[in-house]
């Protein structure tokens, strides 16, 4: 079977992106299957992307927006390359106003169709379409993130911050407002329990009116998402992003880290009981949060065990086997 997997949407949402990663990763488990094949359709509006090595890529730049792409561009090479099934995602084809569509042609000298198998973001994860079914592919973490040896720990605690207990938060894209309340919440904690842990915080280049801030020699920044830094951690503070499926709380869990979460907004449904959960703007919600961990192990370990358990059973090669069994592969 040849498939074509539209790299647009993935390419928009950024290489950081969960979902990015998550299809391109059981893409890879899933070209060892014998006798599957995939072009990758892209536009060079968007790079970073971590396909396949030797794979066939075909590259297409449009500067028109997704109507040109999804009524044009992606038929097209669809029907040139004679493929057997096309992938991409369900909210870019609604977006251009196909949404709905169940075989993808275009143009009327179009007279054959071609399967559409498309991917959508709902509270259970990731769900993909074909020929009017709905199959949700369970997520899973990243098979890198690991929990680690004592020694391990202590080297990168070293590496990172000078050897002490941090807690640590990606803030990749997050707005100042919630950057500065994170720094508020850290600064009562400090005040409160007078311990030296450190605050490590993930894509964060600069920081405004850091220079000013009285616990400024406990702040480390790294400007890119390092390997360890979750492993490392004595607790993470995780803000679940708009659009993302959820795989960072996944690979907190797998690294056996606690994790505190910032709801997204008030009254957030279906928490799972492996986080402690503060609401948004809670600024001493947080600091109470980070203040429970330190002083209480018993909560700390738990969360730990109840964590590991979610994340039991889960991999890459599972969700791939269960996209494949969608695709009929």
Same mark, same amino acid.
């Not at 928009?12 to 990763?25: H, V, Y």
């Not at 909210?91 to 007279?111: C, E, F, I, P, V």
């Not at 994860?125 to 079914?133: A, E, P, Q, R, T």
């Not at 948004?280 to 738990?302: C, F, H, Q, T």
């Given at each position: 079977?040849?498939?074509?997997?539209? @790299?647009?949407?993935?390419?928009?949402?950024?290489?950081?992106? =969960?979902?990015?990663?998550?299809?391109?990763?059981?893409?890879? *488990?899933?070209?060892?299957?014998?006798?599957? *094949?995939?072009?990758?359709?892209?536009?060079?509006?968007?790079?970073?992307?971590?396909?396949?090595?030797?794979?066939?890529?075909?590259?297409?730049?449009?500067? /028109?927006?997704?109507?040109?792409?999804?009524?044009?561009?992606?038929?097209?090479?669809?029907?040139?390359?004679?493929?057997?099934?096309?992938?991409?995602?369900?909210?870019?084809?609604?977006?251009?106003?196909?949404?709905?569509?169940?075989?993808?042609?275009?143009?009327?000298?179009?007279?054959?169709?071609?399967? /559409? @198998? %498309?991917?959508?973001?709902?509270?259970?994860?990731?769900?993909?379409? /074909?020929?009017?079914?709905?199959?949700?592919?369970?997520?899973?973490?990243? *098979? *890198?993130? #690991?929990?680690?040896?004592?020694?391990?720990? +202590?080297?990168? &605690? +070293?590496?990172?911050?000078?050897?002490?207990?941090?807690?640590?938060?990606?803030?990749?894209?997050?707005?100042?407002?919630?950057?500065? !309340?994170?720094?508020?919440?850290?600064?009562?904690?400090?005040?409160?329990?007078?311990? !030296?842990?450190?605050?490590?915080?993930?894509?964060?280049? %600069?920081?405004?009116?850091?220079?000013?801030?009285?616990? #400024? =020699?406990?702040? @480390?920044? @790294?400007?890119?998402?390092? !390997?360890?830094?979750?492993?490392?951690?004595?607790?993470?503070?995780?803000?679940?992003?708009?659009?993302?499926?959820?795989?960072?709380?996944?690979?907190?869990? #797998?690294?056996?880290?606690?994790?505190?979460?910032?709801? !997204?907004?008030?009254?957030?449904?279906?928490?799972? $009981?492996?986080?402690?959960?503060?609401?948004?703007?809670?600024?001493?919600?947080?600091? +109470?949060?980070?203040?429970?961990?330190? &002083?209480? $192990?018993?909560? #700390?370990? $738990?969360?730990?065990?109840?964590?590991?358990?979610?994340?039991?059973?889960?991999?890459?090669?599972?969700?791939? $086997?269960?996209?494949?069994?969608? /695709?009929?592969?």
């Amino acid at each position: 079977m040849l498939i074509l997997l539209d @790299c647009r949407p993935l390419q928009k949402a950024g290489a950081s992106s =969960e979902t990015s990663w998550f299809i391109i990763t059981c893409v890879k *488990e899933l070209t060892a299957r014998r006798g599957v *094949e995939w072009v990758f359709l892209l536009d060079t509006a968007g790079e970073g992307l971590d396909l396949p090595a030797d794979s066939r890529q075909l590259v297409r730049k449009t500067l /028109l927006g997704d109507m040109l792409w999804y009524r044009w561009i992606l038929p097209r090479m669809a029907k040139q390359e004679k493929v057997d099934m096309v992938m991409t995602g369900d909210g870019r084809l609604k977006t251009s106003g196909a949404g709905g569509l169940k075989t993808l042609g275009a143009g009327r000298d179009w007279t054959s169709k071609i399967p /559409l @198998c %498309t991917w959508s973001l709902s509270e259970a994860g990731l769900i993909f379409s /074909l020929d009017g079914k709905e199959i949700g592919a369970p997520l899973a973490p990243d *098979e *890198e993130v #690991r929990p680690l040896a004592m020694a391990e720990r +202590e080297k990168l &605690k +070293e590496e990172t911050a000078e050897g002490r207990e941090y807690f640590f938060a990606d803030v990749t894209g997050m707005g100042a407002s919630k950057v500065m !309340n994170l720094l508020k919440a850290f600064s009562l904690f400090k005040k409160r329990q007078l311990s !030296n842990m450190k605050l490590v915080l993930a894509g964060a280049g %600069t920081i405004d009116k850091l220079d000013s801030y009285k616990y #400024r =020699e406990d702040v @480390c920044l @790294c400007p890119m998402s390092t !390997n360890g830094l979750i492993e490392a951690a004595y607790a993470v503070i995780h803000t679940p992003r708009q659009n993302e499926p959820g795989i960072a709380l996944l690979n907190a869990w #797998r690294a056996k880290a606690p994790v505190i979460t910032v709801a !997204n907004g008030p009254g957030e449904a279906k928490v799972p $009981e492996a986080v402690l959960q503060v609401q948004p703007d809670d600024v001493g919600g947080l600091a +109470e949060a980070m203040k429970s961990l330190y &002083k209480n $192990e018993g909560i #700390r370990n $738990e969360l730990i065990e109840r964590g590991g358990a979610r994340v039991a059973g889960l991999s890459v090669r599972g969700s791939a $086997e269960a996209i494949g069994a969608i /695709l009929g592969i």
